[in-house]
Nanobody
Framework: QVRLVESGGGFVQAGGSLRLSCVVS????????MGWYRQGPGKQRELVAR???????KNGDSVGERFTISRHNGKNTVYLQMDNLIPEDAGVYYC???????????????WGQGTQVTVSS
């Protein structure tokens, strides 16, 4: 059983920073891509940033250079450093990971429960 648990969400004023963490646990043979997605009030879920096992990064269009994704493979953990936050960044942030649980099995997508980010003006 693979589980993703996010942490680090909270309340912050515009211009502030937050650091999100997501720990993957359970049966893990390897983790390929990991990423962060978010869903604001009345909006569709969108890509925030993704990072491959080799460290290749793609940021979402709405994020630009303000957010930085990173990962620690030895800890099965992905991070999202969010700087210069604006009210439009508010929403629930979800962690995603592509996990192969055992050798010979296919890679499956897993999602965390989400963590709330609130940004005040």
């Amino acid at each position: 059983q693979v589980r993703l648990v996010e942490s680090g969400g909270g309340f912050v004023q515009a211009g502030g920073s937050l650091r999100l963490s997501c720990v993957v646990s359970g049966s893990i043979f390897r983790i390929n891509d990991m990423g962060w997605y978010r869903q604001g009030p009345g909006k569709q879920r969108e890509l925030v940033a993704r990072i491959s096992a080799g460290g290749r990064i793609k940021n979402g269009d709405s994020v630009g250079e303000r957010f930085t994704i990173s990962r620690h493979n030895g800890k099965n953990t992905v991070y999202l450093q969010m700087d210069n936050l604006i009210p439009e960044d508010a929403g629930v942030y979800y962690c995603n990971a592509e996990v192969q649980s055992h050798w010979g099995e296919r890679v499956e997508n897993y999602w965390g429960q989400g963590t709330q980010v609130t940004v005040s003006s």
